[in-house]
């Protein structure tokens, strides 16, 4: 019979990621909203003639999204490109007329908020999405283009297709863009399937939103902390493993260059080498107590068939848990530590 190394820590978190992810109702109500608005901008016969081509960027582009805390939205990014000359324009000019052919959408008109670099859509209680309009970047052909930045009255660069090109190829996957005016959402991946240092993306910013949900605006942007992990990852296939090495090699790169960097919190690299009712509350503390519980319990559920099934055991070399019946190996008894509080 094949046998399977088991391990607890990357399992748990794994669970974890599971639970993070934003629902298939919030993916398809995203997924309709950015279509219908896109479609909208796209079509508008004031911005036809500057050719709109409507992307998405962010989270939900490269696959990074997490569930929302209590109270709090998660939202949609897209990017509006017109091919346009921004030589010629004022920067302020562009928002302008985003603003103005959403404005005339009576749906839309309630609920636009002007920022700094981007018109808000806000669906009350759910997310708001949030449209960026850009010029292409005529003295590049990687995909950079031009924002406008209203507080400082000029340009910006930006490319974030190159952005998630960079992000797809670091994380070990590839994502086909269709050759089409509004392109598609990508489809959430299950998270069987998501790549780990997309996992991780995921439990650095549940970890970033627990830690500052009383002081938001003291929160490390999740741009900086997908780029940190995306820089340092090696190509683990443990999510486990690919969190603590990114942590450790963070930790060394303040060390270095501590005017450069935002220093996270120190807890993360106590989980590694910790009992697991220590893990438990630690994971709770980063991450949420009902999603800890809710995957400790079902790893715990997990075990316990397969220990019942007589599918379980431990080696005798390494002490950790086997799938399958081995030589050299002793069967596992039953657990109690999983209704610790």
């Known amino acids: 019979m094949s046998t399977l190394h088991f391990d607890q820590m990357d399992d748990?978190?794994?669970?974890?990621?599971?639970?993070?992810?934003?629902?298939?109702?919030?993916?398809?109500?995203?997924?309709?909203?950015?279509?219908?608005?896109?479609?909208?901008?796209?079509?508008?016969?004031?911005?036809l003639p500057a050719k709109p081509a409507?992307?998405?960027?962010?989270?939900?582009?490269?696959?990074?999204?997490?569930?929302?805390?209590?109270?709090?939205?998660?939202?949609?990014?897209?990017v509006c490109e017109l091919f346009l000359n921004h030589e010629r324009l004022n920067p302020v000019v562009i928002l302008n007329v985003i603003e103005s052919r959403l404005k005339a959408n009576k749906i839309y008109l309630p609920l636009i908020e002007r920022l700094n670099r981007c018109i808000r859509i806000n669906y009350a209680n759910e997310f708001h999405l949030d449209i960026l309009p850009a010029c292409p970047d005529f003295g590049k052909n990687d995909g950079a283009v031009k924002v406008p930045d209203r507080k400082a009255q000029e340009w910006?660069?930006?490319?974030?297709?190159?952005?998630?090109?960079?992000?797809?190829?670091?994380?070990?996957?590839?994502?086909?863009?269709?050759?089409?005016?509004?392109?598609?959402?990508?489809?959430?991946?299950?998270?069987?399937?998501k790549p780990p240092l997309k996992r991780v993306v995921q439990?650095?910013?549940?970890?970033?939103?627990?830690?500052?949900?009383?002081?938001?605006?003291?929160?490390?942007?999740?741009?900086?902390?997908?780029?940190?992990?995306?820089?340092?990852?090696?190509?683990?296939?443990?999510?486990?493993?690919?969190?603590?090495?990114?942590?450790?090699?963070?930790?060394?790169?303040?060390?270095t260059n501590p005017t450069r960097l935002i220093i996270l919190n120190p807890k993360w690299k106590q989980v590694n080498n910790s009992r697991m009712p220590y893990i438990a509350n630690i994971l709770k503390e980063m991450f949420?107590?009902?999603?800890?519980?809710?995957?400790?319990?079902?790893?715990?559920?997990?075990?316990?068939?397969?220990?019942?099934?007589?599918?379980?055991?431990?080696?005798?070399?390494?002490?950790?848990?086997?799938?399958?019946?081995p030589q050299s190996t002793l069967p596992v008894r039953k657990n109690t530590f999983y209704g610790s509080k």
């Not at 997924?31 to 911005?47: H, M, N, P, V």
């Not at 079902?298 to 055991?313: V, W």
Request: glycine share 6%; aromatic share 8%.
């Open 12 to 47: 748990l978190l794994q669970r974890i990621c599971e639970k993070l992810q934003i629902n298939p109702t919030q993916q398809k109500l995203a997924k309709d909203r950015y279509e219908t608005i896109g479609e909208f901008l796209s079509s508008d016969e004031a911005l």
């Open 54 to 78: 409507i992307y998405p960027q962010g989270s939900l582009r490269i696959g990074t999204t997490v569930k929302p805390l209590s109270g709090q939205e998660f939202d949609v990014d897209l």
């Open 156 to 193: 910006k660069d930006s490319n974030p297709k190159g952005y998630a090109g960079w992000f797809d190829q670091r994380s070990m996957t590839y994502q086909k863009l269709f050759e089409k005016v509004v392109e598609p959402l990508p489809h959430n991946e299950p998270i069987e399937a």
């Open 203 to 255: 439990l650095m910013k549940r970890f970033r939103d627990i830690s500052f949900q009383n002081d938001t605006d003291a929160a490390p942007i999740s741009i900086i902390l997908t780029t940190l992990a995306a820089s340092f990852y090696k190509g683990e296939t443990s999510v486990n493993n690919s969190l603590t090495n990114i942590l450790l090699m963070i930790k060394l790169a303040i060390e």
């Open 288 to 325: 949420g107590e009902d999603v800890t519980n809710i995957a400790i319990k079902e790893q715990a559920d997990f075990i316990e068939k397969n220990r019942r099934s007589g599918l379980l055991s431990v080696s005798h070399s390494t002490g950790t848990l086997i799938f399958g019946t």
